[in-house]
């Protein structure tokens, strides 16, 4: 495995609290190459740009799969759920299949309510999504 994508972090917490989001993404070779990204924390307006990215990296990258692992997740605001759905569309003419391993139920009620759930391709662990 090699990183290819940093997690957020800018090393300092502020009054002692950690940050309320990170995110890190790694391209893992199995039976087929894949990079996965993990979302920790909340996903709002603050951690957006910077998961947005992120994502838009991924899928531009010569991968067949990018996982996107929300099991951490304890939030996801529906404008980073419509951001997953844009970028996915569009990485599904020519680009890497978009899978998502979402854990809690509040992330997949979003996932549904935004329509996610038809673009993307739903897993339930993450040895599923890798090894499928």
């Known amino acids: 495995m090699s ?3 940093q ?3 800018d090393g300092k917490y502020r009054a002692g609290l950690r940050p309320r989001s990170r995110f890190w993404a790694q391209r893992i ?4 190459q894949c990079v996965v990204i993990r979302a ?3 996903l709002d307006a603050a951690a957006l740009p910077e998961f947005r990215a992120m994502l838009e990296r991924a899928v531009t990258t010569r991968c067949h ?10 939030f ?5 759920a ?37 673009v ?6 993450m040895r599923a999504a890798l090894d499928t």
């Open 120 to 125: 993307c391709c739903d897993f339930p662990t």
């Open 76 to 80: 996801l605001s529906i404008r980073a």
């Open 82 to 118: 419509a951001t997953i759905g844009a970028i996915t569309h569009r990485a599904s003419h020519g680009g890497p299949n978009v899978r998502i391993v979402a854990g809690r139920r509040e992330v997949d009620r979003v996932l549904t309510v935004t329509g996610v759930r038809a």
């Open 40 to 42: 920790e924390g909340e």
């Open 65 to 74: 799969a990018v996982v996107l692992d929300l099991r951490a997740t304890r």
């Open 29 to 32: 070779d199995r039976r087929k």
């Open 7 to 9: 997690y957020r972090s």
């Open 3 to 5: 990183a290819i994508l």
